[in-house]
């Protein structure tokens, strides 16, 4: 038997996270980090039953079959009681789980969990020096397991981790490489290449020797000679968007000579906690048979909200929408990560979004490369196709810019619906008719917005899709971003905005010239009153109105939004377009040519579709094989030249 560090007890908060040192730990009073011995020196009481902290007992068992688990601790100082605590198995379930459609801003799990005390507590005498503990957790019925210390005065703790008792044969040789795709982001990824040096290529446990980190530079705008070295690979790359640069990491997996079992990939935009690798280089070590083709996705925790996790792990439903499948978290509570813990993510149909997710590299010799779709499910179709397990666990996690009010047309519905398309006609998993329906209905409304660049891109994605696999894998996904960006609303300055409108229209100068914009109208998450609600249903549209039945008045409306909150905003021909608060916009007229000229390139589309369904379906299905091979990819990025 030896013993097998499954995590290390964090002691110093990032920088990122200082407003929430509750992810760590709960201290009674101030709290003092040595950086000479990464020691944590506190008074009274002080407890790691955390998110960081914590250790996931169930998941251990389940994933790993790991049937011990201690705590070791090195103190020094005064008298300290060693309290072992935890959440009972049974002290949450997933129906306390907040709302996925409710972005909540503070915790509303439906139970309050407290801390169970586990065992009998444990006594440090006391020392000049440090002195070393080990104890073991009884985990009979715990969910999460940590520990909470009771000092008499002043004491000081380091080298803090959980472990296991193993026997040797039963750890799975590992090797991980990192894959990080990026495009201009050094702010992001350099502080991340020199924090994986110290922590990880540089530290003490067994993934030292076995990692490697592949950067993958888009932009090519990185120093890759001075950034690279035995650990650190930095690879300039055509801009082929995430899936391109996933697949080049991947390739660099699948032909290099150092024998990787697994791949993580990971976005630039992210902080990180080097932890996380660790941790997961340590549950692949152990994992068992059942899980050992599994997938580990991290979380997704916004960025700027350090506390919040947004996401692990998604699914596509059959309505053509993919939803998380946990609402909102908030990691400084213990009943948050409690329910992070209970709720299953071993469903139909899930997927694991790319700024996180481990894979094996078996599972990529199984199934291919991703498709090339530059930006915008990849990551959802590889999940599809692959099928995997899922993996999360509370620890294993980056921060990402959040998703809540971003709207980027190109990305939006040119992107969306052009892949998911794809991915519906290759894996029919969503109901592409009802989709389409969807599709037809979201275009609707944008035309009754008056959002005819929006309602461009939509269709345009439609025409791509029907093209077939050909038009996929000889189209430069770049040059169509571009050229999408360059048909996209330019939101500009409000007063700009504004004045640009007044030069192209001065007959409307006393109502633009007098405008401000209605905040409450575009603000995030509002919801419609009853009788428009109603109303919206209704397929009625301004531009099959007389003019005389239209004014002039300007409303606001949210550029990335089509409701209709309020009735000045039925029967105007003027929008102005902002952003959520209102500080840009672009300023919107009716324009019956550009409606019809859509309306009838969406028909033509349509009857095009209806002919040849199932030939295009299959076209994308046979080229599956070639469209996800390395032979087309290495053609894709030009690596054969």
Not at 84 to 112: F, K, L, W, Y
Not at 200 to 221: K, R, S
Not at 494 to 507: D, G, I, N, R, S
Not at 592 to 601: G, L, P, T, V
Request: charged residues 25%; negative net charge; contains cysteine.
């Amino acid at each position: 038997m030896i013993k097998f560090k499954l995590s290390n007890v964090l002691l110093q908060v990032q920088d990122h996270i200082t407003p929430f040192p509750e992810l760590l730990y709960r201290a009674e009073t101030g709290v003092d980090y040595s950086e000479d011995d990464r020691s944590l020196a506190f008074e009274g009481s002080i407890d790691f039953l955390t998110y960081f902290n914590a250790v996931s007992c169930e998941k251990w068992k389940r994933y790993a079959s790991v049937d011990n688990i201690h705590l070791h601790l090195e103190l020094a100082g005064d008298a300290c009681k060693v309290e072992m605590i935890g959440v009972m198995h049974d002290a949450v379930s997933e129906s306390d789980a907040p709302s996925i459609s409710t972005p909540n801003t503070s915790s509303a799990v439906r139970t309050q969990v407290n801390p169970h005390k586990v065992g009998e507590s444990v006594s440090f005498a006391g020392s000049a020096v440090y002195e070393a503990l080990d104890i073991q957790l009884s985990l009979k019925g715990l969910l999460l397991g940590g520990f909470r210390l009771n000092s008499s005065g002043a004491t000081a703790v380091r080298n803090a981790y959980w472990f296991t008792n193993i026997c040797e044969e039963k750890i799975r040789p590992v090797r991980l490489a990192l894959s990080t795709t990026t495009f201009r982001k050094e702010d992001y990824v350099i502080p991340n290449i020199y924090a994986i040096k110290k922590e990880i290529l540089a530290c003490d446990d067994p993934i030292a020797d076995a990692f490697h980190m592949f950067v993958v530079d888009n932009g090519q705008t990185l120093d890759y000679e001075d950034l690279s070295d035995e650990g650190v690979s930095v690879l300039p790359n055509s801009n082929t968007g995430g899936s391109g640069g996933f697949a080049r990491g991947m390739i660099e997996t699948l032909t290099g000579e150092d024998g990787f079992t697994h791949i993580l990939l990971m976005d630039d935009d992210v902080r990180v906690s080097p932890e996380s690798f660790k941790r997961t280089f340590n549950l692949l070590s152990l994992v068992n048979d059942d899980y050992k083709d599994a997938f580990i996705n991290g979380a997704m925790i916004e960025i700027d909200y350090p506390n919040r996790q947004f996401e692990d792990v998604s699914h596509v439903r059959t309505d053509g929408v993919y939803a998380r499948l946990k609402g909102n978290l908030f990691l400084d509570e213990l009943s948050d990560i409690a329910v992070n813990e209970k709720v299953n993510v071993e469903v139909p149909d899930a997927y694991g979004a790319w700024w996180y997710s481990c894979m094996p590299v078996s599972k990529i010799k199984e199934c291919g490369l991703p498709l090339p779709f530059f930006i915008r499910c990849d990551d959802v179709e590889y999940g599809l196709r692959c099928q995997p397990i899922y993996m999360t666990m509370n620890g294993i996690c980056v921060w990402h810019e959040g998703f809540g009010s971003k709207f980027r047309a190109p990305v939006d519905t040119y992107q969306y619906v052009r892949n998911y398309l794809i991915m519906t006609a290759l894996h029919e998993k969503s109901n592409e008719l009802l989709f389409l329906a969807r599709t037809g209905r979201t275009l609707r409304l944008f035309l009754r917005a008056m959002a005819y660049e929006t309602a461009d891109l939509l269709v345009s994605g439609f025409e791509d899709y029907i093209k077939g696999p050909e038009f996929l894998m000889n189209s430069n996904g770049e040059e169509i971003t571009k050229e999408n960006g360059t048909k996209a609303e330019k939101l500009i300055p409000l007063e700009e905005a504004l004045k640009k409108a007044v030069h192209e229209h001065p007959e409307l100068k006393e109502p633009l010239e007098g405008f401000k914009p209605n905040l409450e109208l575009i603000r995030e998450g509002k919801r419609a009153c009853r009788p428009l609600g109603l109303w919206r249903t209704v397929p009625y549209d301004r531009h099959m109105l007389p003019d005389s039945m239209l004014n002039n008045k300007p409303a606001t409306i949210y550029h990335g939004g089509y409701t209709a909150f309020d009735p000045n905003q039925m029967d105007t021909r003027v929008y102005v377009a902002c952003e959520r608060d209102g500080k840009t916009a672009h300023v919107r007229f009716i324009d019956r040519n550009k409606y019809s000229a859509i309306k009838n390139r969406w028909k033509k589309a349509r009857r095009y579709y209806a002919k040849h369904r199932d030939e295009i379906r299959k076209a994308y299905k046979d080229a599956l094989p070639e469209m996800t091979s390395v032979e087309f990819w290495s053609n894709y990025l030009g690596l054969d030249k």
